[in-house]
């Protein structure tokens, strides 16, 4: 009787374990862009203010590269008019990566530059991108905002030494 017993409770957990294992949820896959898709797409560029005093009109794009392990920012113009020491030929990369629960940019440009920023998401439609302040010179912060349709955004520069961030270049534009 007993090995009956035995026998049976075999079965029963061998017959269970399966459906078990099967209605347990899987981990929740966790997906680093979800908090940035207000920004994916091509936008509108228009700029509208900041100390470079340059008009520009062009269009940039965010979109999910190197199968989902990034998002990339690409970006050109299609006319400038500035001051004489404004680079109207200016072409950047910027591009964002997940590390670990955090997300993190570089962006590289044609003048040679090179700024590493920090990622957060203070509201669901806002994004702010803040680089080291212990690194030697300006630190620097590119804000995103969408209202509505229009996304706009600022790059930004905190010189040593002082307290506040002035704005560089400032844009808008609808979504294309």
């Not at 957060?120 to 804000?143: E, H, K, N």
Request: hydrophobic residues 40%; contains cysteine; glycine residues 6%.
């Amino acid at each position: 009787m007993r090995q009956y017993l035995i026998s049976l409770l075999v079965a029963v957990v061998s017959i269970a374990a399966p459906a078990t294992l099967a209605q347990s949820p899987s981990p929740a896959v966790h997906d680093p862009w979800q908090p940035l898709a207000f920004l994916i797409g091509t936008w509108e560029a228009k700029t509208g203010g900041g100390a470079a005093a340059a008009k520009v009109i062009g269009t940039y794009s965010f979109a999910p590269e190197l199968n989902n392990h990034i998002l990339a920012r690409h970006s050109g113009n299609a006319s400038c008019k500035a001051p004489a020491d404004f680079d109207c030929e200016h072409t950047d990369l910027l591009y964002l990566y997940p590390e670990g629960k955090t997300v993190k940019a570089i962006y590289f440009d044609n003048e040679g530059h090179v700024i590493h920023y920090d990622v957060t998401t203070p509201t669901p439609t806002s994004a702010v991108f803040l680089s080291d302040p212990a690194i030697p010179g300006p630190q620097f912060r590119l804000l995103y905002e969408r209202k509505d349709s229009i996304l706009s955004g600022k790059f930004q520069m905190r010189m040593t030494g002082q307290s506040e961030f002035n704005s560089y270049l400032e844009w808008s534009g609808n979504k294309k």
